[in-house]
């Protein structure tokens, strides 16, 4: 429903989207295609998002390559030539380099801009953001694609900060730093860890691998594409988009109808034995449904991979603290491994438990480990490396003073969680829109699949705007209320919602007492979809827009700014 005022207030851009990653770029292409005035700023000096950042050895995502790429652009999909199934750091940024460079986008964009504060200004309806170097921008509309993982945590150990040699989170790792003949520890066993251990194993000298929980991994089946395959797969785009569309994650792997209980045990793990063998996240997602949903189911599933990782690793000992004990295989994201097992046959690598032996304190020469009874262990090392996760999903938020025109600060609104309107608006944050946050159906898919669906969403939104003159665009609370319910309940049918990990906002992952929080949507990306088309469909009944260009005349008109 929409409300008519007039005036007018100065910006300097129409949309204003903080960050150059994956979503940003194609949303500034999708705006610029529309003839939308819109400009990119990026804290980084240079564009790719998590692909800028992430450069330690080993990092590569876990998604078919294939399915991991822009749909929009035929030329693109023509032109471009995936190296491995599962592609590496370097080859996902080069792709990114080259949309931006093939699209002409690079002009629109502002490296090394970190904004600092958002507020929003009720006088003339325009956000200002300030960035650290003291300059502005004001802007009509501003569009949140900072990522879901781009702030690291570090736990919080005595004397971090005083070692002698390398100590870098995965997402700072340095990039000339040359791992061989080194002494290094890795802290954490997630999806970063298990990639950084297994690449550097065979290059250092000493690794200690120092685990707190174990994390359920499954083979990766990565290879290199032949030119033969990747005229196949070109030769299939169109059938492979429109499945990924289908399914629940955007990934080619979708849960199987059939419950594990309606065939025999010989047959479950048959195929078991096939998924895992199989290529990408298989055993995780292309499963019986009810693995992910049952208990029962979900036990036997994880005693079969666990079976396997007691087949992997020699020494039984190591192989049973390989093993995850506080959670069911799949009730966290499971990582795709190529070898990390087998590291710990070699004789250069140590599994540290630190549930037995805790971090006492970094030391300048390395990590002293608190072995009870007042004696301790000293690892002397070159580099820590901190495989120790993110503030995930909010934390890019919280960085930023966010203020609406109440004085109100976004962080104080989600002090005990976050509510979003549909993930991408929040009550009285006007014209203010979240393509990658919390409870968004996008953020958690397959991610080029996922923020498609949020930025073609945006992208018609923004032509909504432009053609009716909306100057104020805003979610209602009863709606957001709505929304933040829908999660919860549909959320709760998942084991997954159940564990502590990022999806859940254990986000601070230290001190293991964050409160859960709705902080992903689990409803899946075409259900996400059809909610989002349905605002389209019935012009947008869970927001208030206003047309105009300002509040000014309408104070004068003495119409209401925003009724519904
Ligand atoms: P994750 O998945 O959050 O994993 C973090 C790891 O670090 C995990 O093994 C944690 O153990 C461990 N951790 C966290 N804090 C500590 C402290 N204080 N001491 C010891 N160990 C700790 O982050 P990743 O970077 O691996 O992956 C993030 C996402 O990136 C992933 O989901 C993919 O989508 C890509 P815990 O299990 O909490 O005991």
């Not at 569309?245 to 955007?250: H, L, N, V, Y």
């Not at 499971?334 to 070898?339: I, L, P, Q, T």
């Not at 046959?345 to 037995?356: F, G, I, K, S, T």
């Not at 969680?417 to 159906?441: A, H, K, R, Y």
Request: proline content about 4%; overall charge negative.
């Amino acid at each position: 429903m929409t409300t008519k005022v007039d005036g007018a207030g100065a910006s300097d851009v129409d949309y204003l989207i903080i960050g150059a990653g994956m979503c940003g770029l194609y949303q500034l292409h999708q705006l610029l295609e529309i003839g939308a005035d819109v400009r990119v700023v990026d804290a980084n000096s240079g564009l790719g998002g998590t692909w800028f950042k992430n450069r330690y050895p080993g990092c590569r995502f876990d998604s078919e390559s294939y399915t991991y790429q822009y749909s929009f652009s035929p030329e693109l999909l023509a032109e471009w030539d995936w190296q491995e199934k599962f592609s590496a750091q370097p080859e996902t940024l080069s792709y990114l380099e080259h949309v931006a460079d093939r699209f002409d986008l690079r002009p629109h964009i502002t490296f090394d801009a970190r904004v600092v504060r958002a507020e929003w200004s009720e006088a003339d309806w325009r956000w200002t953001v300030s960035f650290e170097d003291g300059s502005q921008i004001r802007a009509r509309f501003v569009l949140y694609a900072m990522g879901l993982l781009s702030v690291p945590t570090y736990p919080r150990v005595a004397g971090r900060g005083s070692f002698g040699g390398l100590e870098t989170h995965t997402f700072d790792w340095p990039e000339d730093y040359d791992v061989t003949g080194k002494r290094i520890a890795v802290i954490g066993t997630g999806a970063s860890g298990v990639q950084v251990i297994t690449d550097v194993a065979d290059k250092v000298s000493e690794l200690y691998v120092l685990q707190r929980d174990a994390n359920w991994c499954t083979p990766l089946g990565n290879g290199p594409i032949s030119e033969e395959e990747m005229a196949r797969l070109r030769a299939s785009y169109d059938e492979i988009f429109a499945w990924c569309r289908e399914t629940p994650a955007g990934f080619i792997h979708r849960p199987d109808r059939t419950l594990s209980t309606d065939v025999t045990r010989e047959e479950r793990l048959r195929h078991w034995e096939e998924l895992y063998n199989g290529q990408g996240a298989g055993l995780y997602m292309g499963n019986y449904r009810d693995t992910i949903m049952e208990p029962g189911p979900n036990k036997e599933l994880s005693e079969f991979v666990a079976e396997k990782i007691r087949q992997r690793v020699k020494d039984q000992r190591v192989a049973d603290l390989l093993i995850p004990k506080d959670h069911g295989f799949g009730t966290k994201r499971v990582a795709g491994e190529s070898g990390f097992y087998e590291a710990f046959n070699q004789d250069n690598v140590e599994l540290v438990d630190l549930m037995a032996h805790p971090i006492q304190e970094v030391t300048e020469a390395g990590v002293r480990l608190d072995l009870g009874g007042g004696k301790v262990r000293d690892l002397e090392l070159d580099a820590i490396v901190y495989a120790t996760g993110f503030d995930a999903v909010t934390g890019a938020f919280d960085r930023i003073e966010i203020v609406n025109g109440e004085g109100e600060h976004l962080k104080d609104r989600w002090e005990d969680g976050p509510e979003t309107c549909l993930g991408v608006q929040v009550s009285d944050f006007p014209n203010m829109f979240i393509l990658v946050g919390p409870q968004s159906g996008s953020a958690t898919a397959n991610f080029p699949r996922g923020i498609e669906d949020v930025v073609n969403w945006m992208t018609e939104t923004a032509r909504h705007i432009e053609s009716h003159g909306i100057a104020r665009f805003e979610g209602r609370r009863e709606a957001e209320v709505a929304w933040v319910e829908h999660v919860r309940e549909v959320n709760a049918k998942l084991l997954l919602s159940q564990t502590q990990s990022w999806f859940n906002g254990h986000n601070i992952n230290l001190d293991r007492d964050d409160k859960p929080r709705v902080m992903v949507y689990l409803g899946g990306a075409p259900r996400y979809r059809r909610r989002l088309q349905e605002e389209i469909d019935q012009e947008y009944p869970s927001f208030v827009l206003t047309e105009g260009s300002g509040p000014r005349q309408s104070v004068r008109a003495g119409s209401a700014a925003a009724s519904g």
